[in-house]
């Protein structure tokens, strides 16, 4: 897939014309349509007006190539953090909703479980022996302090998880860096979920979350792995077609 192409068929094309007259030669050519200008993106000629233009140097940061894919899979790894940290946020919501009304929802579960046997016969299930529900019976003996801080701890970690989406969705350098010190703080926990259950869900989160870890240390050089924050840096420079073309203006004529 060309991630250039695509980005520019959804969002346009970067055009932009530099006040610096050799650079702006090598940006523009001119066809029977008109002035076609070079797009900084896909570094395909486009005949109109430039989307921007002024001084080189306050030219907008256009990726492409490798790094416009690796935006992709960024912004995939967002919308998961955001669909995680929705997904808490309810819980956390419920766990406050309930806190002070065990006794009535106790009463009404009570009342209900017979009612359901005779469906769970049916399909084989034996409410006695579900962890569901000796989860749901534990949650009755917690008092409305413990049941608050337990929706506190969850609408924190919904808030840590949409502070990721926000850093990663951005493409932000300390959105990089939280991103891997939150995830791989969390990694014991789920390591621990899964001896003692599992299941496709925590096995699949925590193959994501390790894949996450893993890509985002090695290909953005987090913690100086991979050349660090000087090649991080380079690479984006040298990604740049701008930068290309100055580095070819800047050369001598022989």
Known sequence: MDFSLRSCSWRGHATYAPDET???ARLHVSTPAGIAWRCLRCGDFVVGDPVGSGPADEAPEV??????????????LAIERILRGLVFVALGAGVF??????????????????????????I???PDNSKIVHFIEQGWKLSP????????GLLAYAAIEFIEAVGLWLAQRWGEYFAVIATAIFLPLEIYELTEKVTVLRAGALL????????????????????GGRAYHAEHNEASLLTVERSAVALPAY
């Open 22 to 24: 050799e650079l702006a």
């Open 63 to 76: 990726p492409r190539g490798r790094l416009l894919r690796d935006r992709f899979i960024m912004r995939f």
């Open 97 to 122: 909703k309930v806190r002070n009304s065990q006794h009535q929802l106790r009463a009404a579960f009570d009342k209900e479980m017979p009612l359901i046997q005779p469906l769970a016969d049916q």
């Open 124 to 126: 084989g299930w034996n």
């Open 145 to 152: 302090t413990v049941l608050t801080l337990i929706a506190v």
């Open 208 to 227: 994501i979350n390790i894949a996450a870890v893993l890509w985002l240390l090695w290909s953005k050089r987090l913690f100086g792995i991979n050349g």
